[in-house]
């Protein structure tokens, strides 16, 4: 079911990211082509000014287009990260004492095992994310870009778990 969840959710979110952000990634070079060939039909010092502007501004959107869409893909996957374990927990700190108590296992085994199974499962996030906006967004597809982006996703979320869990151990109780 969580799995599921997760497929729902990171399929639906690729498309909204997707909707906004269609081809972001791709320069628009014809327009900047333009302004050049109409500065060369009239190459005074007040065209190079205004071309200058243009080029800034033109450049200046398409920067600012790819920190949105650099900080909406990190949010929401620091977001999905994080809360899965946050939630989860303190839930179950109750068992968690009975076994430590009845010595089932060391608080690292129990962390790690926690930690490795929940990754399993939050990797499939960044995955379909990544898969489903690397076509899509314009930047050159190439194997090793979808793979810096892949595993920069991945990071993040392993990063983003382990601190899940960093927050879920400082907060003593969930009332």
Do not use: H
């Not at 929401?76 to 700190?93: D, E, K, R, S, T």
């Not at 108590?101 to 926690?114: E, Q, S, V």
């Not at 489903?132 to 990063?159: M, P, Q, V």
Request: proline share 4%; charged share 10%; glycine share 6%.
């Amino acid at each position: 079911m969580a799995i599921a969840a997760v497929f729902v959710n990171s399929i639906g979110l690729s498309l909204l990211i997707l909707s906004l952000y269609w081809k972001v990634g791709k320069l628009p070079e014809a327009e900047i082509e333009q302004m050049v060939i109409d500065y060369l039909d009239n190459p005074t010092p007040e065209a190079l000014t205004y071309l200058e502007e243009q080029v800034a501004q033109v450049l200046g959107t398409f920067v600012v287009n790819l920190q949105g869409l650099a900080t909406m893909m990190c949010t929401l996957i620091f977001i999905a990260g994080c809360m899965n374990v946050i939630l989860q927990l303190p839930l179950q700190q109750g068992v968690m004492k009975r076994e430590f108590a009845n010595k089932m296992y060391t608080p690292t085994a129990y962390y790690l095992g926690r930690f490795s199974s929940n990754l399993i499962i939050q990797v499939v996030y960044p995955a379909i994310l990544v898969a489903a906006l690397f076509w899509g967004i314009g930047i050159e597809t190439t194997a090793a870009n979808f793979l810096r982006l892949l595993s920069a996703g991945c990071l993040s979320i392993a990063y983003m778990t382990a601190q899940g869990y960093l927050e879920a151990i400082l907060v003593p109780d969930t009332d």
